[in-house]
């Protein structure tokens, strides 16, 4: 009777780090390192600085054509090739438009997203709602409703990202152009084959990414119905009295709608696809890119196959007893290892289907032991046969597997060990939780990979930072170098390397251009797949399943859109904050920069007022660049402080009602999370997998 008042403490801790603002704060925090406003503001300075040395460089020059050897199809973005001046002076205009554009849609994209907590928190009001036929009469309307801002916000987006790729395109055709018409340059030849080269590896990654993501979000269509599929096999072949295992796996199955944003925004981050040297480019970097689509789809699974490994602990202790009256239900005749075993074959066969992938051997790996300990298990009742030191071996295996490879899917998809819990299974989990010493053992695993992956989010930002500020350090030197220079004395050459790095800083901004163009996306495909399928066309399909007690069908119906709902809000939550903050840096630094480089674009070169029009552009820039560098490291001492408060709080929300664990197991899953969280080597994955 002791172990049930600590039940209920632990899942009542458990729900408490589990509200639905505690999540979304969390996953902001996980996601730091993949989406955040710096990314966005930091190259904006010194790419305003750059757009006005061009303009007065091609104040400067003695102008000449460059059109002596046209490409094949024409010019498709210059619109003065005889010109090499007006050329420089269209990139720095084109950049200012850029920079405007992305100020005006920025602030439409924040006071769109702000509407939209509420259209969800709407959403939710009508799945607590008790008719299903009310649900069904006002849900698509809701869903329709918000799917509209999302694609407006999205139209947004892009036709900032669209407005870059055009200056990409334009810096990319002019240094194409300037190749092959000053071919006497020599010296700079190589450098400028390299940057064009770049170019073209970075816009074929972005269209790889986008036909992944594509790909991935016409599946993303069908994994509402696919899910509660998976639900009604559960459902048919529940044994007898096994309701808390039962509800543990039920609500495990819902685990696969969970958005691996992390991973979609990942697809085009600078760490997969910046320009790197030619030399160091080869096969064996592309081999070892992983299947995005097969990655995320096996990591969806982690969750239920943890559930399996769970039903199968609760039949076999530590020491490789089977607990026979709980294995074997004599009234009814019903082997529980039975459908652990089914359960399995059924995952295994999924797997089986995804692309290869580093974790796809690993799962195969789980599946399989589960299946044999089941069999080892059905053999006991059938034969009387226990034999108790393989059962042992393969429960110690595999008990120690799924911590690795459980901690390494949510490390992959970023997701929160402690998800918000649905409404209905927050219910009937009160209602059983006397059945099941499952909330207490989980809660264990979960704060240490909680805290680890915390730790982690911490770490990659640090590198992130540390890399942005890196990159503008570079385009600094390059831009100190030019301003020591008189205009006059700029040649071809100095150009062109102004160009080059203007190459690069525009490429990193559009970059996350396209970043935001995702979140839409995601936000957009997320409710198409709550649209597919009347809720009462899924619970009229579920008639004459078997009933579990506190949970019905329509109870699971609603806890599936409610995640949905919930993934939605999240990105809209995420994307709010990015656009809020960015309008705010942006208005306080950044666009009275702008300002001034169209000053300077217009300002006819022999007035006096010319030179200091520079030089107040170039010193607002530094001035700016330094405020938003200092702005990001006070914002990276607030995030470093509520990972530390976020840590604390589900320390002593849990380890105040959870029973000591002993020391050797305590490190023994700190361990086996540590391990599985980190990035496994090829010859890792050859090895062990």
């Known amino acids: 009777m002791a172990v049930q008042p600590q039940n209920a403490l632990a899942t009542q801790a458990v729900m408490n780090i589990s509200k639905a603002e505690e999540v979304r704060k969390e996953t902001e925090m996980m996601m730091k390192p993949h989406a955040n406003w710096e990314e966005y503001l930091m190259p904006g300075p010194i790419s305003i600085a750059i757009l006005g040395e061009l303009a007065c460089i091609a104040a400067g020059q003695g102008d000449f054509a460059i059109n002596l050897a046209p490409p094949q199809g024409g010019y498709k973005y210059m619109r003065y090739p005889d010109s090499f001046q007006a050329s420089l002076m269209q990139v720095s205009n084109s950049g200012w438009h850029a920079f405007s554009i992305a100020h005006k849609n920025m602030d439409g994209i924040r006071l769109l997203s702000m509407s939209i907590p509420e259209q969800l928190r709407m959403i939710i009001k009508t799945l607590f709602q008790d008719d299903l036929n009310l649900i069904d009469a006002l849900l698509p309307g809701q869903l329709s409703s918000l799917k509209l801002i999302a694609n407006e916000c999205s139209s947004l987006a892009k036709a900032v990202d669209n407005k870059f790729n055009d200056v990409i395109c334009l810096i990319g055709e002019l240094l194409e152009v300037c190749t092959s018409s000053k071919s006497q340059y020599e010296q700079g030849l190589t450098e400028t084959k390299r940057a064009l080269e770049d170019l073209k590896l970075r816009k074929a990654a972005a269209e790889d990414a986008q036909a992944k993501a594509e790909e991935y979000y016409k599946e993303i269509k069908n994994r509402v119905t696919e899910t509660f599929e998976d639900y009604r096999k559960a459902v048919d072949s529940i044994p007898t009295g096994w309701n808390a295992v039962f509800l543990e796996f039920t609500s495990t199955i ?6 691996p944003i992390a991973s979609l925004t990942s697809l085009l981050s600078s760490k997969e696809f910046s320009p790197i040297a030619t030399d160091a480019r080869s096969e064996e970097g592309c081999e070892s890119e992983e299947d995005f689509i097969a990655m995320n789809n096996i990591c969806a699974l982690s969750a239920q196959m943890l559930a399996l490994v769970h039903a199968l602990q609760t039949m076999v202790d530590d020491e490789g007893n089977i607990d026979m009256d709980l294995l074997y239900n004599k009234k009814h005749n019903e082997i529980k290892a039975e459908w652990t075993q089914k359960k399995s074959q059924q995952l295994l066969a999924k797997i089986k289907k995804e692309r290869k992938c580093s974790m796809k051997n690993l799962a ?7 299946v044999d300990i089941s069999n080892i298990l059905i053999e006991a009742v059938e034969s009387g046969v226990k034999n108790k030191k393989k059962l042992l071996k393969k429960m110690d295996i595999l008990s120690e597997d799924i911590i690795i490879f459980d901690s390494r899917s949510k490390s992959y998809n970023c997701t929160s060990p402690f998800g918000p819990m649905a409404p209905n299974m ?9 059945e099941s010493t499952s909330a207490v053992k989980n809660s264990v695993l979960k704060i240490e990979q909680t805290k680890e992956i915390l730790k982690m989010s911490q770490e990659e930002y640090q590198k992130t930072f540390d890399n942005l500020k890196q990159q503008n350090k570079d385009l600094l030197d390059v831009l100190s170098e030019m301003r020591k220079c008189e205009i006059k004395e700029i040649d071809f050459e100095n150009a062109k390397q102004m160009l080059i790095k203007g190459l690069d800083a525009m490429g990193r901004v559009k970059e996350q251009w396209e970043k935001m163009v995702r979140f839409f996306q ?7 797949s709550c649209l597919n399928k009347r809720l009462t066309e899924f619970v009229n399909s579920a008639e004459g399943l078997p009933k579990i007690p506190n949970y019905s069908h329509k109870d699971f119906v609603v806890d599936m859109i409610y995640k949905q709902a919930f993934n939605a809000s999240n990105i809209a939550h995420l994307v709010h904050m990015i656009s809020e903050t960015y309008t705010e840096v942006s208005s306080k630094y950044l666009m009275d920069k702008v300002g001034s480089l169209n000053r300077l674009i217009t300002m006819d070169p022999s007035n006096p007022q010319f030179r200091m029009e520079r030089i107040k552009l170039a010193d607002g820039c530094d ?5 938003i560098e200092d702005l990001v490291i006070k914002q990276k001492k607030v995030f470093e402080n509520n990972i530390h408060a976020r840590v604390a709080k589900i320390n002593s929300e849990l380890k105040a009602v959870l029973p000591e664990v002993p020391e050797a197991e305590r490190k023994a899953i700190e361990y086996n999370v540590q391990k599985g969280m980190r990035e496994i080597t090829q010859d890792e994955a050859e090895q062990f997998m």
Request: hydrophobic share 40%; net charge positive; with cysteine.
């Open 254 to 259: 819902r685990e696969t709608l969970t958005l």
């Open 364 to 370: 195969v790996k789980i599946c399989n032991y589960i």
């Open 426 to 434: 927050a219910k009937s989990q009160k209602n059983v939780q006397g």
């Open 522 to 528: 995601m936000i957009s495909n997320l409710i198409d």
């Open 623 to 627: 001035e700016a660049r330094k405020a």
